[in-house]
């Protein structure tokens, strides 16, 4: 740091001149996050200095947030449900993990992960010295539900089951979990970081939420499908009361105890999550994802038009394919086995599905075999 400050004037031409180094998300193909929708970035900017670890003090944001958690409860159809906001879906599987091997209280936990679980669950494992067993996948890439069985023991303490994976876009059987986990009376966690805002808007789409009567907990983060401003994601549980044995007590603060893993929260991103959906409505929201899964499908099929073959159908708007290298300027991602995966976010709207595919197709030379 200079002794001196700069001026706004030269602060600023700095900045401006950092921000153009980033790429801008019109050629990502590869992420789940997305430019947040002009209403996320007003409220955002509205709440910029709440705190939600203090809500004494916030309680206009503290009632937005717990307007944000009754819509999740209704949309995950089951409207008692309780929940808190996170910083995004690393937190809320932490947060999982916490009161399961809490409430566990055996000495060596475990937990039943699918082989496609997100990374998240390795950094919750290390810091709590959790047991990750992994269950393989079938030719889907969805968990398979025997060989789970057969990993659970005595010191099982949770089960996740994954709504819309990140890298194919598959979800889960969650009815056939939730059996397991019923019989042997084991909390089963939904990972719906990206799927939980794609699944309920679509028609047809696998069971994943409170309907299943054994699901405990479901997380989804506002900062992907929900197109909110980062950091924000929402942890919902079944029952409230699974949070208590996290409580601390909180002194000099207006409350008197909490439970939540940070301390000083972000209201601007709650506000933000809650703007979204308040704006958009169920309607918006529908009309929202059935446009990303109908540029999904077109990405699919060009690709395959191309000779370039889907690894797997998905349930919400990831597509993957056998493993092509793609033209500049465009960004993609390739999943753990090598396979190329495109994320069809808002941001890649009709055109840029067309763009891109026009300039896979002028580059693109079809393996003769
Ligand atoms: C993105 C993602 C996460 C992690 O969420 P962050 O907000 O990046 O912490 C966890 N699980 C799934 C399935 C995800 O797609």
Redesign the pocket.
């Known amino acids: 740091m200079d002794a001196e400050g700069l001026s706004a004037d030269e602060l600023f031409c700095f900045l401006k001149a950092k921000r153009k180094e980033d790429y801008s998300y019109s050629n990502i193909l590869s992420s ?1 996050c997305t430019s947040p929708h002009p209403v996320a970035v007003e409220a955002h900017n509205l709440f910029m200095e709440t705190n939600l670890g203090d809500p004494g003090l916030f309680p206009g944001t503290a009632d937005l947030e717990d307007r944000l958690i009754r819509w999740f409860a209704d949309l995950y159809n089951e409207p008692s449900a309780g929940g808190c906001t996170t910083s ?4 809320s ?1 932490i947060q999982v993990l916490r009161f399961c091997k809490k409430t566990k209280n055996v000495e060596n936990p475990n937990i039943i992960v699918p082989a496609s679980a ?1 990374f ?1 669950f390795e950094k919750a494992c290390g810091m709590m010295d959790i047991e990750m067993r992994i269950a393989p996948v079938d030719e889907e890439f969805r968990m398979r539900t025997d060989a789970a069985g057969e990993l659970i023991d005595k010191n099982t303490c949770c089960i996740i089951g ?1 709504a ?3 890298e194919y876009g598959v979800t889960d059987p969650i009815p056939a979990l939730g059996k397991i986990a019923g019989q042997e009376g084991i909390h089963l966690h939904v ?1 719906a ?2 799927g939980g805002y794609v699944l309920p808007f679509i028609e047809n789409a696998p069971a994943f939420d409170f309907s299943v009567p054994e699901v405990g907990s479901i997380s989804v ?1 506002p ?2 499908m929900g197109m909110s401003t980062i950091p924000s ?1 929402v942890l919902m549980v079944r029952d409230e009361k699974v949070f208590c044995n996290l409580l601390v007590e909180t002194p000099y603060l207006t409350t008197k105890q909490a439970y939540s893993l940070t301390g000083t929260r972000p209201g601007a991103s709650v506000a933000a999550a809650y703007a979204v959906m308040a704006y958009m409505g169920r309607r918006g929201m529908k009309a929202l994802v059935s446009g990303c899964m109908e540029n999904t499908r077109r990405v699919i099929e060009g690709m395959e038009a191309f000779g370039v073959q889907r690894r797997v159908t998905p349930d919400v708007n990831v597509a993957t394919f056998e493993h092509v290298s793609v033209p500049s300027p465009w960004i993609v991602s390739y999943t753990r086995r090598g396979d190329l995966r495109i994320v069809c976010m808002p941001h890649v709207n009709r055109d840029v599905v067309e763009a891109f595919l026009s300039d896979f197709g002028e580059s693109h030379v079809p393996d003769i075999n």
């Open positions: 789940m995004g879906g690393t937190e599987n997100h998240s994954v819309g994976t990140t990972d970081a990206f983060d900062h992907k994601g």
